[in-house]
């Protein structure tokens, strides 16, 4: 509850300093299109693809993410993850026109596969057993959740820019998070010159 609080906080922690914009905005529309690889947490694999439309500081975010366990040796089927896709608004706020950070959440369907019974092991397939999986009952359970995120980018050019960010998604299945690097390309600004 207490990284929550601190979640909200900052955003208008970020505000109070971010008073000037410095982003060079001549185009009323900025779009985005972005991926992110990272940790879920519990040796999980986060993973994340987003598109986001800006009208100055302000943007709406098409987002999908999902975790998944990391398998080392063969184990069983189905694999557990979970995975959501939802729509986020936001705050963006850039610094020394390289720098920005953003703020957003949103509501999300969450989708949740997990292992129940189990039915039989498969080594009846081509090469025998050395290659089998235990086969277990899938279970499919549906939500509604809270996607957050929040991150750092820094800009390469005025198409391209490299993304540091935390994400989580809050619900009654499962919540997750994950905490990854990505990159993010689009019209994400002008040359220079004008700030608006």
């Known amino acids: 509850m207490k990284y929550l609080l601190i979640c909200f906080c900052l955003p208008l922690f970020v505000d109070a ?4 914009d410095t982003l060079h905005q ?14 879920g947490g519990n040796r999980r694999l986060y993973g994340a693809a987003d598109f986001y439309l800006q009208k100055r500081s302000n943007y709406i975010s ?16 189905p694999e557990p ?10 705050k963006s706020y850039t610094f020394n ?18 292992a129940g019974a189990f039915l039989y092991n498969d080594c009846d397939r081509p090469g025998g057993c050395l290659f ?5 009952e899938r279970i499919r359970r549906k939500t509604v959740g ?16 490299v993304t540091a960010g935390f994400s989580a998604n809050l619900n009654n ?4 998070y994950g905490i990854s690097l990505g990159l993010v390309v689009g019209r994400l600004k002008d040359k220079g010159g004008h700030r608006y």
């Open 17 to 20: 300093l971010a008073q000037q």
């Open 26 to 39: 001549k185009r009323k529309i900025y779009f985005g299109l972005g991926f992110s690889l990272g940790g």
């Open 81 to 90: 993850h979970i995975a959501d896709v939802g729509v986020l608004a936001g």
């Open 173 to 176: 299945l499962q919540s997750f």
């Open 146 to 161: 809270l996607p957050l995120e929040m991150k750092y980018e820094l800009y390469l050019d005025r198409t391209a820019a």
């Open 97 to 114: 026109r390289y720098h920005y950070v953003k703020f957003g959440a949103g509501v999300s369907l969450v989708d949740q596969v997990s």
């Open 62 to 77: 098409l987002k999908t993410s999902a975790v998944e366990r990391i398998r080392i040796f063969f184990g069983g089927l």
């Open 132 to 136: 089998s999986n235990k086969v277990y």
